[in-house]
């Protein structure tokens, strides 16, 4: 019978995975937050478009913090860098987990000249997040 008491446990704790919109790899950004990935495209200048690591994050080598909460609303904060190119070649974003509201620092050597470059929202909270990675 002491067995038994430990079942309903056991099923309750099974059923609870990660969040819907958690994510595990760079790939899954695109599916767990598209309107996030949108606004992130959306906000980079049309001449970096072809640089897929930057643009699709194709490649990237990252982490990423899905428990950020800023003002009580979610945020979620990557980092990332270019395939064989860490050193010279960054992403940084910051974005509330529904996409609406976020920054991004890029330093590159091909599309910044090695200089960092901001974009997005200009809250000096979000900028401070994004500015610590590099």
Not at 47 to 71: C, H, K, N, P, Q
Not at 95 to 103: E, H, L, P, Q, V
Request: aromatic share 12%.
């Amino acid at each position: 019978m002491k067995g038994l008491r430990s079942w309903p446990f056991a099923i309750a704790l099974a059923c609870c995975g990660t969040p819907a919109g958690a994510i595990d790899f760079i790939q899954d950004l695109a599916k767990g937050y598209p309107t996030l990935f949108r606004n992130y495209q959306a906000m980079l200048p049309k001449e970096f478009a072809d640089a897929t690591w930057l643009y699709r994050l194709d490649g990237v080598t990252l982490s990423i913090d899905e428990g950020l909460m800023i003002g009580g609303v979610p945020f979620i904060r990557v980092y990332g860098c270019k395939p064989h190119s860490c050193g010279d070649d960054q992403v940084s974003l910051i974005f509330s987990t529904d996409g609406k509201i976020g920054a991004i620092k890029v330093r590159s050597q091909e599309l910044t000249e090695g200089q960092p470059v901001f974009f997005g929202s200009t809250d000096p909270a979000l900028r401070r997040i994004v500015d610590r990675d590099f």
